[in-house]
């Protein structure tokens, strides 16, 4: 665990390093969990959004996209239930007056209990080595099954709170953290005060005062804008059901709990899509989406064994299945991507609230329905920094030098290939920019000449360069060049003639598409 935290704190200071992540208004001290992208994040950005995009509405004829405006009428937060519902659960500790997330605190307590059982798992399986039976040992063993015991009664007694009539028991959950002498961090105190609901939308006001400001609301999530908008896009568009609405955009959510990096901000992007289907096939479609949006991530190549499905037991009273994409990061399996039938709910709140029929008519057998909705819904920042996490690589090369490369999928590399001249003189750097004036309409190059050659590597290494190319005195007699590749650091002697030929098949995000059966 110590060396999973050690690489993740690695990745983080690796980021702000060669400008992926930057904290916001650093020279102000920082925002809390707002964070910027620098000149090589950004690009890495860029490029897991195209590798959605091409994939959700280039690839499939029956999506297509949308861009609706952040701010919108306030009563579609009415309308959607953020005004009412979109709460969570606080408490504060009166000694350190620290805010905690009521929820998350029981359920890292649960998450001691689990804790404590593998560990016992573990010591047993060194003890009794080749003999050991894990299942026999799980139901006998008298430590694992007092752990187990206290485990479930806390989770039954946390699921029982949660869904309790009328809404979250806030009564219940002060009493579980009392019961189970959960103590502050900070102050090490059980000096707690009542729990509250706080609402996690931004709120903000339009137009001046004086002429009747009203307030409004910065977005928590892109998918009402695509829900307002579901009328407009079908009829201009002539879409039949089944079809999607694609959008990425920003999101707000003034998160208390907000850390681990870019896994929780307070400003964050997001990229969902609603698939509208007719009412009774939504179960099929909720199976074929978890399909098609597992296969997308693991066309990345960083192993099916990182990632898991997390189907909710406890669903949203409009939801009839849900389930989260959970990828493993340095801190545990994590939720990166949601996916939900979220039945007629979206749509018949806002024709119920804007007074419009909202429906469509099914030409095949003269029906009139609101459609269901499926909804995908994945966040840029932690995809971002999953793919971090999973690139950086620290790596003993046999001169017994580390090097450290982030071995990004190609196509999502902020650079695609980096042009060194040997020196800096007999012409070898107008060489080099003349390979790359004839390359940089087809990928990202990047021109180097400072420093010796091995330095430039490692620099490039770091920022996940795939391809670097050396210019020296033989490639002005005989235009070849030394092509050089990040994963295996082999070099080869190549023709300029040839190099886009070798490159652009590997770095486009038509290579990553071409990975999806
Ligand atoms: N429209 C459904 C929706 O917004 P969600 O589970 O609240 O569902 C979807 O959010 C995704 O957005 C999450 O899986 C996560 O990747 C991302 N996300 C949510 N809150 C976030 C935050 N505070 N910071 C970064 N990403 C966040």
């Keep these: ?32 969990a707002v964070y910027d992208y620098g000149q090589n994040g950004v690009e890495l950005k860029n490029n897991i959004k195209q590798y959605w995009w091409q994939y959700m509405v280039l690839l499939h004829e029956n999506i297509v996209g949308l861009d609706s405006a952040i701010f919108m009428h306030p009563t579609i937060w009415k309308a959607s239930g953020h005004v009412d519902a979109f709460n969570d659960p606080l408490i504060d500790n009166r000694d350190s007056k620290k805010r905690y997330r009521a ?32 299942a026999q040992y799980r139901t006998t063993s008298a430590r694992v099954l007092e752990e187990q015991a206290k485990r479930d009664n806390l989770h039954k007694r946390y699921q029982e709170v949660m869904n309790a009539e009328g809404g979250i028991n806030l009564e219940g959950m002060k009493q579980i953290i009392l019961d ?30 004086a002429e009747g400001a009203s307030t409004i609301y910065l977005r928590p999530e892109t998918a009402q804008g695509i829900f307002v908008n579901y009328l407009n896009v079908q009829k201009t568009g002539r879409m039949k059901v089944p079809f999607g609405i694609a959008q990425i955009g920003k999101a707000f959510r003034n998160e208390i709990v907000a850390r681990q990096f870019i896994f929780r901000m307070r400003e964050f992007e997001q990229m969902e899509m609603q698939f509208f289907v007719k009412p009774g096939t939504e179960l099929q479609w909720f199976d074929e989406w978890k399909k098609r949006r597992m296969a997308w991530h693991q066309a990345l190549g960083f192993g099916a064994e990182n990632y898991r499905f997390h189907d909710h037991d406890k669903l949203a009273h409009y939801a009839n299945a849900a389930t989260d994409v959970e990828f493993k ?53 932690r995809m971002f920094l999953s793919i971090m996490c999973h690139s950086y690589c620290e790596e003993k090369l046999e001169d017994g030098q580390t090097r450290t490369v982030l071995r990004l999928p190609a196509a999502l590399a902020p650079v695609k290939l980096a042009v060194f001249p040997l020196t800096k ?3 070898l750097p107008e060489k080099a920019r003349e390979i790359i004036d004839s390359l940089k309409f087809h990928f990202n190059c990047k021109y180097e000449e400072k420093d010796q050659i091995g330095k430039r590597y490692r620099r490039q290494d770091a920022i996940g360069t795939p391809f670097c190319v050396t210019v020296d005195n033989q490639t002005l007699e005989d235009n070849t060049v030394t092509l050089r590749y990040r994963d295996t650091m082999k070099q080869e002697r190549v ?23």
């Design 1 to 32: 665990m110590a060396q999973q935290e050690d690489i993740f704190k690695k990745v983080v200071s690796h980021c702000k390093e060669y400008g992926f992540v930057f904290p916001s208004s650093e020279i102000y001290d920082g925002l809390g």
């Design 103 to 134: 929820d998350v605190l029981i359920e890292e307590q649960i998450a001691k209990y689990e804790d404590k059982i593998e560990k016992e798992v573990a010591k047993a399986k060194k003890r009794f080595g080749d003999s050991f039976d894990e």
């Design 180 to 209: 189970e002498e959960i103590v502050c961090p900070l102050s090490g105190t059980r000096n707690w005060t009542d729990v509250r609901q706080f609402n996690l939308m931004f709120k903000t006001e339009m137009g001046a005062a």
């Design 329 to 381: 990061l340095p801190f545990g399996f994590k939720e990166v991507e949601g996916i939900h039938s979220r039945t007629d709910f979206d749509l018949s709140q806002h024709a119920k609230f804007s007074g419009k029929k909202i429906e469509y008519f099914d030409p095949e057998d003269n029906t009139s329905y609101t459609p269901y909705v499926i909804e995908t819904s994945i966040g840029v920042d």
């Design 425 to 427: 003189k007999d012409g």
């Design 495 to 517: 023709n300029i003639s040839d190099l886009r030929g070798i490159i652009e098949d590997q770095v486009t995000i038509t290579s990553l598409l071409k990975n999806l059966k």
